[in-house]
């Protein structure tokens, strides 16, 4: 079946520190990658996504590239800020899922000033 | 971007009772709800999907008989945990994908913390 792991927080970091959070994902065929974030009283929102592979999602300074051969997208910022502070979910959608969404753990991530 | 609202944020209840958990699209049309549980520092589970003015489906080991959803407009879906026990307290999540953004965006309520005592 399909699943996603992602390490498990919570990651503390100080104020532009380069913040790395590791997700590997089991599925069949070529599945759609996606990392979600939600803010503190927040739902999910789309942070970035990439469809294939060697394709790199980019957001608001976060960067993830889709790595067939290591299964893995993982998420990457060179320099975090406090309103980083967040819970961070890596997800798939295979192809023939409609919206279905697989989700892993979720990593709660802290900046501190 | 898209708004989704659940109501109420937490809700605390005594064991045998029933909760009813709405979630709305604020500004758009939601012909599809996808309702999710979370265990605390676990993953979203996918409990099922519902569609407007149809029947939802369940995803394998979910009962529907206790987990009943309606989904009978196109801005209101509501999740009812029937006679709820401790064992259901939870964090319901429900999302919406959009038809006006990309195919694979979804907007995400903010959440309901069950708690049964």
């Known amino acids: 079946g399909n699943s996603v792991t992602q390490m498990e927080g919570p990651v503390t970091l100080s104020e532009e520190a380069f913040l790395t959070i590791n997700c590997t994902y089991t599925?069949?065929?070529?599945?759609?990658l996606f990392w979600y974030v939600q803010y503190p009283g927040e739902g999910l929102q789309l942070l970035l996504k990439?469809?294939?592979?060697?394709d790199k999602g980019s957001n608001k300074g976060f960067e993830a590239t889709y790595r067939k051969e290591t299964t893995s997208f993982h998420l990457e910022k060179g320099s975090v800020q406090v309103s980083d502070s967040a819970v961070y979910f890596c997800?798939?959608?295979?192809?023939?899922?409609?919206?279905?969404?697989?989700f892993g753990g979720g990593t709660r991530v802290l900046v501190k000033p | 971007g898209a708004v989704v609202s659940q109501h109420p944020s937490w809700v605390i209840c005594k064991s045998g009772t029933s909760v009813k958990i709405e979630c709305r699209s604020l500004?758009?049309?939601?012909?599809?709800m996808f309702w999710y549980r979370q265990f605390p520092k676990q993953s979203l589970m996918l409990m099922a999907t519902?569609?407007?003015?149809?029947?939802?489906?369940?995803e394998q080991g979910v009962e529907k008989d206790k987990f009943l959803i309606n989904h009978a407009s196109l801005t209101l879906s509501t999740l009812t945990v029937t006679s709820a026990h401790p064992e259901d307290s939870s964090f319901y999540i429900c999302?919406?994908?959009?038809?006006?953004?990309?195919?694979?965006?979804?907007?995400f309520g903010p959440g309901t913390r069950l708690t049964v005592l």
């Open positions: 997800a798939l959608r295979p192809k023939a899922a409609g919206n279905k969404l697989t």
């Open positions: 599925a069949t065929g070529y599945p759609s």
């Open positions: 990439a469809t294939k592979a060697d």
């Open positions: 500004d758009f049309q939601a012909t599809t």
């Open positions: 519902s569609n407007e003015g149809s029947k939802a489906t369940y």
């Open positions: 999302s919406t994908p959009t038809g006006g953004f990309s195919y694979n965006e979804q907007f």
